[in-house]
């Protein structure tokens, strides 16, 4: 079995967003229901800078979208 060039990228971009522990600790923590930066920084003990790292990968894989009021 091949996989085609786009999709080995893809699987790529996609797993290695999930190996990351700040990342699953921000997915664990949106299921509980909408949050902003700060609110994350403050329960997860990071950096807002840090979260807001890891934010736009998981925004760029869209396992999150910002909702802005």
Known sequence: MI???????????????LS???R???LE???EGPKNVTQMAE???QDQSMI???L???IRCSFV?????
């Open 52 to 54: 807001s790292h890891n």
């Open 3 to 17: 996989l085609k060039k786009g999709l080995s990228k893809a699987c790529y971009l996609f797993f290695s967003t």
């Open 43 to 45: 329960v997860l003990n």
């Open 56 to 58: 736009k990968s998981l």
């Open 29 to 31: 923590l949106l299921r």
């Open 65 to 69: 979208f910002v909702e802005r009021k």
């Open 24 to 26: 699953l600790a921000i």
């Open 20 to 22: 990351n522990p700040t």
